[in-house]
């Protein structure tokens, strides 16, 4: 029998979450009541059945806690993905675990990350033009095949998903662990090939400024890849926590900005001129020549008013919070969407965590049966100075 | 017969004394032992302001009269101190008007067409057509604003002029038209001994790459005080300059000093020595404190800002400017000294709601620590009157409250400068070149009403002899936050804060309260 969490329908429980978190203060109450609130419950299931062959059972050892799934369980997440996966299911795609089943190129007990976008391959389907290309995160046919709806594991009721004792996975969406890595810093990998997968998504241009808003993971993990994939030139980063300026720092940040009036203080390092609405926050007439937001969505009006004209601001978390577009029109930006990763970023997340100093990332690991600490803990991760906070599956 | 300048020690017959502490006052007892020093009491006034005027243009020292020197066709240019000086301004018509009418008058009759008048604002703030209005006078604004009444503008570079360099390599650049002026008529107020003679025209109508000579880290710090001209390297620089413009130029100085009543009838009490206050002013003291405490901090600002001072002048100097100069420090001397022997310990300053560069505005975390650190500290002849290593007390609520259009740079300066360090070289050598010509910056000083970008860094150069001097600052009832971004602790009572001096200083420290304002300087022996 598999132990799981299993986020079900519930549209009392949906809407209250929503509400709470909605109001003042609502990241502070979010953290608080998250875990009550949430359709979330702990519950025995029987174990996965695998689709077809070509997939194994996979025994999590770690699984993270994104900022997607507190989204999720919140009700801030936009509706608009309902369409596209299936409930109940068992959250959790950024999962390292050990393989139980032989597949092809890997042999039964090997420790596995997930690449956990569920595209034509996995399903058995024929590919459409984005998984031919080698860019399953745009995948057409994410509804049908030989698993339920769902983007990725983590979304899907037939996989199940890292916050259980065993979820189901197809042969090419794993990838084989080298050895000298570990489990906390070879959970970041699903992460970390987002955030390679974010900087490529935009051409960057030598010397070019950039701005990233929000130093959590993801935020972070953006820098490290602006630093390692690009020759971009200065790094603006607005982080709110003292622990996320040292890591920003760390990763390559130029220079780090409180989120009391950032348009304000990269004014000075980019040399613009700052122009200020009568209604409104205060925007840069000059500023960046990109901007990252990574904070899902709260930070993407702060990236639009620190943008140069002509510039672009690239997406990276699920966005979650409306917005003024007038910028976009007005210093006639591009605004690009990044989602999951694809081509080589997967492989290329491996290889940089084996050198990165992400050492510490992950300092708090649950059991399943304390999931609403867990919950919890990850909504207030800022403000008690944690980067990343995770399960462990097999834990009692 | 003004009675002078007088130093109290503190016994059991003393009252509680008043201290100023931003937009508010407060009466403290202080330990016994202590001293006061108190300025000489407010100077009589000229009686015939006007006939004063005329006789001094018509006799000055070192030059022509004034109506000898005007002549038909020639270009004459007339500046005035801008609205920095006096403190609080004072009651119209401003000595200023009253001058400029009789320079009118006199250049109307000898037919010059050519006229200009300049607010010699440096890098402070433009003044708006009101505050023009108020200095110069219904009349005299009607006449020539805006074409031909105006503020300098210290960064348009084609109406800037080089006269030269002096032997030390500073370099000398000027507004362009009082440059190529026949002559220049300056109108000074001095209210410091800092101010007037060879600072008027060299700093009061400098560029940045001028000022930058003499307003640094390295000459703040050898200018001890630089109330104290002869021993202020700031003024050495102002006098190597000046010396330039005299071989270059026609400048027909007049100098003017003003008395100590420095705040109106209703707060009369505030020019006394408490000891002296009759039953109506211990009354007022009651009501306007009740009143004042409980106005919400906007309505206070504005009252204390409409408040003007209803100052006397005491003298009217024309001539050529070092001449005048000798004549008006004399002047003011006479009005602000007080001797005092030796420095003391512990230094206390009650900090007032007004400064130089917050004339209808906000006095910022950044003017404050200039005030006390800068202007007050610096407010002795001979030596400071806190010994080196000493402490030094302010009262002042030090809130974190900008003027978001006088003050844009200022508020930059102390979220990331100060946030990084607090060392006035540090500052110096990383910071201002990037302030000093940040185009946005540049942009609302040139057409906002916004302090020039380097200023805020000025302000904390002004503290930098008392930085290196004192061994501690303490704030009482300073806002701890603000406070400690500067670098200086703070304290709820003065109890309180004398306690943690005496971690410095010992167990029984001599204790100088500079009792200040009305203005008084210490001559310290």
């Not at chain 1, 509804?143 to 899907?156: D, H, K, L, N, R």
């Not at chain 2, 109290?8 to 004394?17: F, G, I, M, S, Y």
């Not at chain 2, 037919?111 to 108020?134: F, S, Y």
């Amino acid at each position: 029998m598999n132990l799981t969490l299993e986020y079900h329908r519930s549209p009392a429980r949906y809407f209250a979450g929503r509400t709470v978190t909605a109001a003042v203060h609502g990241a502070r109450t979010a953290a608080a009541v998250a875990a009550n609130l949430s359709p979330l419950r702990l519950i025995t299931r029987p174990d996965p059945r695998l689709p077809e062959d070509g997939w194994t059972r996979v025994k999590p050892i770690i699984s993270g806690i994104c900022g997607s799934d507190l989204g999720l369980l919140t009700g801030r997440n936009s509706p608009y993905l309902s369409a596209v996966i299936s409930l109940p299911f068992t959250p959790g795609h950024e999962v390292v675990g050990e393989t139980l089943d032989d597949v092809p190129g890997i042999p039964r007990g090997s420790r596995v990350v997930i690449d956990p976008v569920l595209g034509c391959l996995p399903r058995g389907v024929d590919t459409c033009q984005w998984c031919d290309a080698d860019q399953h995160s745009r995948c057409d046919h994410i509804t049908t095949g030989v698993v339920s709806a769902g983007i990725q594991t983590g979304f899907c009721t037939d996989t199940s998903g890292g916050w259980s004792q065993m979820l189901v996975a197809h042969h090419s969406q794993l990838h084989v662990l080298p050895d000298g890595l570990d489990d906390r810093s070879a959970v970041m990998i699903e992460p970390l090939s987002c955030a390679i997968h974010t900087v490529r998504r935009v051409s960057v241009p030598d010397g070019a400024s950039v701005l990233v808003v929000g130093a959590g993971t993801v935020g972070l993990l953006t820098v490290l890849a602006l630093r390692e994939y690009t020759k971009c030139g200065p790094i603006y980063v607005v982080a709110r926590y003292p622990h996320q300026r040292e890591r920003a720092r760390e990763m390559g940040a130029t220079e780090v900005l409180a989120t009391n009036r950032p348009a304000r203080a990269l004014r000075r390092s980019t040399g613009a001129f700052l122009a200020h609405p009568e209604r409104g926050d205060e925007y840069l007439l000059g500023g960046t020549d990109l901007a990252f937001e990574c904070t899902a969505g709260s930070g993407l009006d702060t990236a639009l008013r620190a943008v140069r004209a002509g510039g672009t601001v690239v997406l990276s978390g699920m966005p979650n919070a409306g917005v003024d577009l007038t910028p976009i029109w007005f210093r006639e930006l591009q605004l690009v969407g990044a989602y999951a990763s694809g081509g080589q970023d997967f492989p290329d997340a491996i290889a940089l965590a084996q050198q990165a100093p992400l050492a510490g990332f992950v300092d708090a690991v649950y059991p399943l049966a304390r999931w609403r600490e867990a919950i919890g803990h990850a909504s207030a991760a800022g403000r008690l100075g944690t980067i990343k906070v995770a399960f462990d599956p097999q834990k009692d | 017969m003004s009675r002078p300048g007088f130093v109290l020690e503190v016994d059991e017959r003393t009252p509680a004394l008043l201290m100023h502490e931003g937009e508010g006052f407060r009466l403290e007892r202080l330990p016994l032992g202590s001293r006061v020093i108190y300025p000489p009491e407010s100077l009589p006034a000229l009686r015939d302001l006007d006939g004063e005027i005329r006789r001094a243009l018509a006799n000055p020292l070192g030059r022509e009269p004034l109506h000898e020197l005007i002549k038909a066709g020639m270009k004459l240019t007339i500046v005035f101190d801008d609205l920095s000086i006096p403190l609080p301004p004072m009651q119209t018509p401003d000595i200023r008007q009253r001058i400029i009418e009789h320079v009118l008058e006199i250049a109307a009759g000898k037919g010059v067409d050519d006229v200009e008048l300049i607010a010699g604002n440096a890098l402070h703030r433009r003044m708006t057509p009101a505050e023009l209005k108020r200095t110069v006078g219904e009349r005299v604004f009607r006449s020539f604003f805006p074409r031909h009444l105006r503020n300098h503008d210290a960064e348009d570079r084609g109406q800037l002029s080089v006269i030269g360099h002096t032997p030390h390599g500073e370099i000398v650049e000027i507004n362009r038209r009082a440059a190529e002026s026949d002559l220049i008529v300056y109108v000074n107020v001095s209210l410091t001994a800092m101010s007037g003679g060879p600072k008027s025209v060299s700093v009061g109508l400098a560029s940045y790459r001028s000022l930058k000579h003499h307003h640094n880290v390295h000459t703040l710090r050898h200018s001890r005080s630089f109330n104290d001209p002869p021993n202020s390297a700031m003024h050495h620089s102002y006098d190597r300059m000046a010396g330039l413009l005299g071989d270059n130029l026609k400048i027909f100085q007049i100098e003017t000093t003003v008395n100590n009543n420095t705040f109106p009838t209703q707060l009369n009490f505030l020019n006394k020595r408490e000891w002296e206050w009759n039953l109506k002013d211990q009354a007022t003291y009651l009501a306007v404190k009740r009143a004042n405490d409980m106005l919400p901090p906007g309505r206070r600002r504005q009252i204390w800002h409409r408040t003007a001072a209803p100052y006397g002048v005491t003298s009217v100097t024309a001539g050529a400017p070092e001449e005048v100069h000798t004549v008006t420090m004399r002047n003011l001397l006479r009005q602000q000294l007080t001797e005092l022997d030796g420095p003391s310990d512990i230094g206390i300053w009650g900090l007032p709601y007004i400064c130089p560069y917050n004339v209808n505005s906000i006095m910022n975390p950044i003017l404050v620590f200039s005030l006390g650190l800068g202007y007050f500290f610096n407010l002795y002849r001979g030596q400071p009157i806190v010994r080196k290593g000493g402490v030094a007390i302010f009262y002042h609520p030090v809130r974190n409250e900008f003027h978001p259009v006088h003050h844009p740079s200022y508020i930059d300066f102390f979220e990331e400068v100060l946030a990084e360090t607090t060392d006035p070289v540090a500052i110096e050598a990383k910071f201002e070149e990037h302030f000093a010509t940040d185009p946005w910056y540049t942009h609302l000083y040139r057409n906002s009403y916004a302090y020039h970008g380097v200023h805020p860094l000025y302000m904390w150069y002004w503290g930098a002899h008392a930085l290196e001097h004192l061994g501690d600052v303490i704030f009482v009832g300073g806002d701890r936050k603000t406070t400690a971004r500067m670098g200086f602790r703070t304290a709820s009572t003065l109890d309180d804060a004398l306690e943690m001096a005496r971690e410095r200083v010992g167990g029984s420290p001599s204790i100088t309260y500079h009792h200040t304002p009305p203005l008084a300087m210490a001559d310290v022996r």
